[in-house]
């Protein structure tokens, strides 16, 4: 059953894009920057959207950033800056009291050989279960882990069964299972089963995630 539909339109102004979603009920999807911010920049960003959304009645969800990071890093620099970049992003959700926030799975083809799927699923399991605990516990806050890159759901599954935790939840992005996957979306549904809280619905020609 759909609970709500957020609206995360592409293109279009902040303001024209909360005025469209306002005024159709629906929620408001919002994304953060791809490129890096330092907290000065992130601390006036993060004003900036209490001010937009202060008389927005809707839900909000949030995709956190995810350009060149991997929180799963062996590079322990790598981890470093990638959890504080997560951080910054947990701070603003916490800001703006959103309902959802995403994050890419960061699983990629690299791990496809199963010593290292085995270490990313170790690694991320951890990572998580420290997020929720340190930031989510006693919130209403879902974070999804939004597919990208998997050609199957397994990974993703594998996963949230570890964690197992009702705030740890599947974002199922049917543009990316078009251009990545060897499954339809109607797989991937079924696979993931009761870890879906949220679907994307982008589409694109299958060559590139133009989200068109």
Not at 185 to 206: C, F, K, M, S, T
Request: net charge negative.
């Amino acid at each position: 059953m759909i609970d709500r539909v957020f609206a995360a339109p592409k293109g279009d102004s902040l303001e024209e894009g909360i005025a469209f979603a306002g005024s159709q009920g629906l929620g408001y999807e919002l994304q953060l920057p791809l490129y890096p911010v330092d907290s000065e920049v992130m601390q006036a960003e993060t004003q900036r959207f209490r001010e937009f959304f202060s008389e927005f009645a809707g839900p909000l969800a949030l995709h956190g950033p995810y350009e060149d990071l991997n929180v799963a890093s062996l590079d322990p620099d790598i981890a470093r800056i990638s959890r504080q970049r997560y951080l910054q992003a947990i701070d603003l959700a916490k800001a703006l009291n959103v309902r959802y926030l995403i994050f890419h799975s960061q699983w990629n083809p690299l791990h496809a050989a199963k010593y290292a799927t085995k270490a990313w699923l170790s690694r991320m399991t951890d990572f998580w279960e420290e997020i929720l605990a340190e930031h989510f516990e006693g919130t209403q806050t879902v974070v999804l882990i939004e597919n990208f890159l998997e050609p199957v759901p397994e990974y993703i599954v594998k996963l949230l069964s570890r964690v197992n935790s009702s705030q740890l939840k599947a974002c199922l992005d049917i543009g990316h299972t078009n251009l990545f996957s060897q499954c339809s979306p109607l797989d991937w549904v079924r696979e993931l089963g009761p870890h879906v809280a949220y679907i994307q619905a982008h589409n694109n020609g299958g060559e590139l995630d133009s989200h068109d």
